[in-house]
């Protein structure tokens, strides 16, 4: 027998005898250990990670079937979902809809540079819109507490006017997407700089309620068709 093959014949049989380890179980601790590095359960708070606990399951779905389909672009979350399929992403959002931890301080971000007449004008397209450029309120789809409504619109509240401010200049350039029709893209078009950075400034202000929940339903129908809040409810 050649000297090769005799050394590949020995490393088989080595290979044979070692004791077979165990595969790790397959868990949804081992799914979330990725996922609770940037979202902890203690969250930090800052405008890269925002607060995902709590949120309604079917948004959260929605939004980890975006990353994977490619209709969101942030290049850590879109290849960590590249291949779940439906069902591990369903386990996913029930398991952060389910937390709810204390909010974390506020950080200053640009909502501290905010004067008077931005935080009246970001509080009047919270609570009102602006007829005059067919912006609808926030609180119209958001719920009046601005704490979500189920099965698949999310609160508003504990997140830095950054991270707000960020997500419409997504929408713009069209980074971030949903499921037609999507309604945040055309409210996004209807938005000025100025109206965006006066609306996160009021919200991020704001003092989330730390046993607030997303409201079962609106009392209203929805001012635009939104194709994720459909899609969630499928």
């Known amino acids: 027998m050649p000297i090769i093959s005799r050394v590949l014949a020995a490393c088989a049989l080595a290979c044979a005898c070692l004791p077979l380890r165990a595969a790790a179980p397959e868990t949804l601790e081992q799914r979330l250990a990725a996922c609770l590095t940037c979202h902890s359960v203690k969250e930090r708070g800052d405008a ?8 309604p399951a079917g948004y959260l779905y929605n939004q980890l079937r975006n990353f994977r389909d490619g209709r969101r672009q942030y290049p850590m979350m879109v290849y960590m979902t590249a291949y779940l399929p439906d069902a591990y992403l369903r386990e996913i959002a029930d398991y952060f ?5 204390p909010y974390p301080p506020a950080p200053a971000g640009s909502a501290a ?36 409504v189920e099965p698949a619109i999310p609160g508003l509240l504990g997140l830095p006017s950054d991270y707000i401010n ?62 994720s809040v459909a899609g969630a409810a499928k």
């Open 113 to 148: 540079l905010a004067d008077s007449a931005q935080l009246a004008r970001g509080e009047a397209l919270v609570r009102n819109g602006d007829p005059a450029k067919k912006i609808p309120a926030c609180m119209a789809c958001h719920g009046a507490a601005l704490t979500g």
């Open 97 to 101: 809809a389910n937390q709810h931890p």
């Open 48 to 55: 890269y990670f925002p607060r995902i606990a709590g949120k």
């Open 166 to 227: 960020a997500q419409f200049g997504a929408w713009k350039s069209q980074a971030r997407r949903a499921a037609a029709p999507d309604c945040m893209a055309t409210i996004a078009a209807r938005l000025n700089e100025a109206d965006v950075a006066a609306a996160s400034a009021w919200l991020a202000r704001q003092t989330p309620d730390a046993n607030a929940r997303p409201a079962a339903a609106l009392p209203q129908p929805l001012p635009l068709a939104c194709g």
